[in-house]
């Protein structure tokens, strides 16, 4: 996704006189800027004379892990949490946390910004062995455009990237959904002035008008005719996990049952026998990590996965 | 050089598998370390008739046996001496030392300083398990303090060598140390040390676990192994972890790297400058 | 132009070495034969040879083995305190049958003893100074020209039996300066060891060969053997089974008596019909050939056995020329080494009488003269 050439029309921006909370729901994992782009979404809210509630969740997420911030603002906002399916606007630092919230999206006028940056979560790997599928979305960007009518994906860390400054990804996402709220563009360029270090004030301004320029100029039509991502991390393995894919190979008269390998398997998948030499005994968890390999001082193990990958 | 071998690492293409197994004592980390070498020679792609392995003395001395290649098991602490004559002669072959802690540092320590000093292309490494294991487990200069051995009944006395900054102070080009726990950094660290044309001492923390872990209690094999984690850590940790990790203060990694000139490559320049006069 | 020279008994060493081929020196300085080092030093390089100054005598001695095995002829020089150190790497060169030439340019001792001054003190640790039982061949030239001569011949020997090879050298002739024609002694045809080229599979590095001396498998030809000081069996593995042993040390301790005819060194004149038969090595030898001639003079019927190559002692040779002698005179520059060998080889009529001296000083003509004329008298 690169820079539109040129503004078709404004996106969906809802009135601001309307009685009820606006609510914007910030996704993504551990260490993208969630908390710091909903601070300044806050801030503004704040300094624009809103009644602002910002309720996030991030104490267990470290990097790699969710992280979500909700953001509600209006006259007078009473609860800091946006119900399922009441979002505005769903923005999202990274693609599969996007989708995790999509129900939280107002249905029919709700914006959805995402960045199509995909970062695996650990949970999504759960199952350890080679090849094994991974948990990751299999929703394409094309799949979402088509269902979403006000959707925006764009490639964040590229735009900031061209600027030079890879770090400045998250003030283009503030640029994109400076679009999606009816705030005026010097008011957001001043909070953004606040929170960033005093010497990447011009560079991140800059990232700012990029994001704006990028989603103003979005025309979802030829996106959706020209799109290029298809992308998807679900993908199908083509072998079966388990037993018939990492073999362990044990070569009895060459183990002298020095234990290191059952005490060092992740999966405790092996044992000492009564001749105290080693055996597979729960060959369906072996993950082909190859730790007992590696550890027999005696060359008495092998592990055969189909596709070696050496280290 | 340090490019990754288009072929998986088979382990039986390397050893002389009429020989096993080998005569190493259960849980032995030597084996492992073993395991490293052979796989880094297998990623560098180094060819068993161009390598030389030339081993001295002790449970150390004996694993060279095991590989297939040009082998040649010495004398008690002068692997290095016979290295040094070896690729002096022979400078097409890659030279490998395989030493221990006594033969090293203590028979061998005024070979190994040498070594260092002239910086000849030869990769040594010195398997230290801290301790005599082929004698029966007498003190060596690596033992740690109060450890119990068959000549310090009431635990050791005496200082610690730390093998990596004395080769280092003797001017090696490139010094390492790994532990076999971590046996992918011992590959690639022995790699990395294989591939510098120059000196390069590697030290490989092994464990003793008939001898040396009965005699103190250390636990079984991989109590032992899974033990050295808590002792050393990665080079990389930097100043930070000095403080933190006061009991041994040790480090793993690549400790040391120069481009000081090759011995060889000295001499014949030398011999070059005569020749022109 | 003469290809005379004036030469130092060490530097005709040095030059010796690298007419024979030798690309390979490794020493540590001791007097005195540091001038073979200093030589070697200056000659090496002009023939693409290594020379390299070693930490220690050890050292040294490990290195010209290490040298050897990757295919290089070589050789260290020493004398008595490095020649002690360089013992147990020795004995590794004999039993894994690695060639290599040791100089040994004898001193005065024990221990660090006289520096500059002559001795033969060495002989039988020359024989035994290494542990357990072992092949080594020991020669001892008595003039710069033997040195050349005997040089060239340890590194043939040394390269076809597959045996360390050590030149015991008195300090007197090492630093003697005499007139050689290098040119002429220098057969410029050295033998070449012998290199494996059979089959590489089932390959025995110390197979039982006729000759008892196996092809040596060079680095790098695809062998891939095993050289180890342990005990080893044909295949050049370890082992402990006494069957395997007992043969494989029998071959190794055989083989020099089955090449006996290329080992074998000796120079004798008129033991024949002797009644006296002085034996004498060495500069002592050159005292003897002295004070013969004045014996002869007075009618002494008196013959010279000079064993150049003195270990292993041409036993059946020295048999034969005591014959028919009454009187055996061993003049030797220690305290009696090799007469202890000759006493084994005596017969019943023959007496066997020493005349030893470890002072720093060689054995004058007139000692030797006078000695003789002693146990004349006495008889």
Redesign the interface.
């Known amino acids: 996704m690169t820079t539109a050439v040129k503004p078709v029309k404004a996106p969906n921006t809802p009135p601001l006189t309307i009685p009820r909370p606006h609510n914007v729901l910030i996704v993504g994992v551990g260490g993208q800027g969630v908390i710091m782009i909903s601070k300044v979404l806050a801030t503004l809210c704040q300094e624009q004379g809103f009644e602002v509630k910002q309720s996030e969740v991030h104490g267990m997420a470290k990097r790699g892990g969710a992280v979500f911030s909700h953001v509600r603002f209006g006259e007078i906002v009473h609860s800091p949490t946006i119900p399922e399916g009441e979002a505005d606007v769903l923005l999202a630092l990274e693609w599969a946390e996007g989708m995790r919230w999509m129900p939280y999206l107002r249905q029919q006028s709700g914006t959805f910004i995402a960045d199509t940056q995909r970062i695996v979560p650990p949970f999504a790997c759960r199952n350890r062995t080679r090849g094994a599928r991974t948990g990751y979305v299999g929703e394409t960007i094309q799949t979402v455009m088509e269902q979403v009518e006000n959707s925006f994906a764009l490639d964040a860390m590229g735009i900031a990237k061209q600027l030079g400054v890879v770090k400045a990804a998250n003030t283009v996402l503030l640029g994109a959904l400076s679009t999606a709220l009816d705030f005026p563009t010097e008011a957001w360029k001043s909070v953004i002035s606040k929170f960033v270090p005093p010497q990447t004030t011009k560079v991140n301004l800059l990232a700012f008008d990029a994001g704006r320029e990028w989603a103003l100029g979005f025309d979802r039509e030829s996106e959706l005719r020209n799109i290029k991502d298809t992308r998807s991390l679900h993908q199908e393995s083509t072998v079966e996990a388990g037993a018939d894919y990492s073999r362990v190979e044990i070569t009895e008269e060459w183990c002298k049952g020095c234990d290191i390998c059952v005490k060092f398997c992740p999966e405790r998948c092996l044992i000492m026998n009564e001749k105290l030499i080693v055996e597979m005994a729960e060959p369906e968890l072996c993950t082909g990590c190859r730790m007992c390999e590696w550890l027999c001082p005696d060359f008495a193990i092998t592990v055969h996965t189909p596709n070696h990958v050496p280290l | 050089m340090l490019d990754?071998?288009k072929t998986?690492?088979e382990?039986?293409d390397y050893?002389?598998q009429q020989?096993?197994?080998?005569f190493?004592?259960?849980?032995?980390?030597?084996?492992?370390a073993l395991?490293a070498l052979l796989w880094a020679i297998h990623?560098l792609g180094i060819a068993?008739?161009?390598l030389?392995i030339?081993s001295g003395i002790g449970c150390s001395g004996r694993i060279?046996?095991y590989i297939?290649?040009?082998?040649?098991?010495?004398?008690?602490g002068?692997p290095?001496?016979?290295?040094?004559?070896?690729?002096?002669?022979?400078p097409?072959?890659h030279v490998i030392v395989i030493t221990g802690d006594g033969d090293c540092l203590a028979i061998g320590g005024?070979?190994l300083?040498?070594a260092c000093r002239r910086n000849l292309d030869i990769t040594c490494l010195m398997l230290n398990n801290e301790i005599y294991g082929m004698t029966g487990g007498q003190v060596s200069p690596t033992t740690s303090s109060d450890r119990y051995t068959t000549t310090t009944p009431e635990g050791n006395y005496e200082p610690v060598f730390d093998a990596c900054k004395l080769a280092q102070g003797a001017g090696a080009g490139f010094v390492g140390r790994e532990m076999?726990?971590q046996?992918?950094s011992l590959?690639?660290l022995i790699q990395q040390g294989i591939a510098h044309p120059g000196f390069s001492f590697l030290e490989v923390i092994s464990d003793c676990?008939e001898i040396y872990g009965r005699k103190n209690d250390l636990g079984?094999?991989?109590?032992m192994?899974?033990s050295q984690k808590a002792d050393f850590r990665s080079a990389s940790y930097g100043m930070i972890a000095d403080e933190v990790f006061q009991p041994r203060n040790v480090k793993t990694g690549v400790l040391y790297k120069d481009d000081r000139p090759e011995y060889a490559q000295a001499?014949r320049q030398k011999?070059a400058s005569?020749a022109k006069k | 132009m003469s290809s005379v020279q004036n030469i130092q008994g060490n530097h005709a060493c040095a030059l010796a070495a690298v007419a024979a081929g030798c690309r390979f020196y490794a020493g540590y300085p001791i007097t005195p034969s540091s001038e073979i080092a200093e030589r070697m030093s200056v000659e090496l390089p002009a023939v693409n040879g290594i020379f390299v100054q070693m930490e220690d005598e050890i050292a040294s001695m490990g290195a010209i083995i290490g040298a050897s095995m990757g295919g290089a002829k070589t050789m260290t020089a020493t004398s008595g305190p490095g020649f002690s150190l360089k013992q147990e790497n020795l004995g590794y060169a004999a039993a894994t049958e690695v060639p290599c030439v040791i100089i040994n340019v004898m001193r005065g001792g024990p221990s660090t003893g006289m520096p500059t001054r002559p001795a033969q003190g060495d002989v039988m640790q020359a024989r035994w100074g290494t542990h357990g039982d072992h092949p080594i061949i020991v020669l001892t030239p008595w003039s710069v020209q033997e040195i050349y001569q005997q040089t060239l011949r340890a590194f043939d020997l040394s390269e076809a039996l597959r045996v360390p090879v050590v030149v015991l050298i008195d300090e007197v002739i090492g630093h003697l300066v005499e007139s050689v024609d290098l040119a002429k002694m220098n057969t410029g045809n050295p033998v070449e060891r012998k290199w494996a080229d059979s089959s590489q599979e089932d390959f025995q590095p110390y197979a039982h060969t006729e000759d008892l001396v196996p092809p040596m498998p060079r680095p790098g030809d695809g062998y891939r053997t095993h050289t180890t000081g342990l005990t080893h069996a044909e295949n050049g593995f370890p082992t402990q089974d006494p069957e395997v042993a007992n043969r494989v040390i029998s071959r190794l301790l055989q083989k020099l008596e089955h090449h006996n005819d290329l080992v074998e060194c000796v120079n004798q004149s008129d033991c024949k019909d002797a009644e006296i038969v002085i034996v004498a090595y060495g500069i002592t030898a050159r005292a003897a050939q002295s004070a013969k001639q004045q014996l002869q003079g007075e009618g002494v019927k008196v013959g010279i056995f000079r064993p150049i190559t003195l270990w292993p002692f041409p036993q059946q040779t020295f048999s034969e020329a005591i014959a028919n002698a009454r009187l055996v005179l061993v003049p030797e520059m220690n305290a009696g080494q090799l007469i202890v060998e000759i006493e084994r080889y005596r017969n019943d009529s023959t007496r066997i009488i020493g005349l030893n001296r470890y002072d720093g000083e060689p054995i004058s003509p007139q000692q030797i003269f006078n000695k003789v004329k002693e146990v004349l008298q006495d008889a």
């Open positions: 990754q071998a998986p690492f382990i039986r050893i002389r020989l096993f197994p080998h190493m004592c259960p849980g032995c980390g030597h084996g492992i395991r990623d068993k008739d161009d030389a030339v060279g046996a297939d290649a040009n082998t040649f098991h010495t004398t008690h002068r290095l001496a016979f290295a040094t004559g070896l690729k002096l002669a022979r097409d072959l005024n070979h300083i040498h076999t726990l046996t992918p590959k690639k676990t079984e094999s991989a109590e192994v899974l001499y011999i005569r």
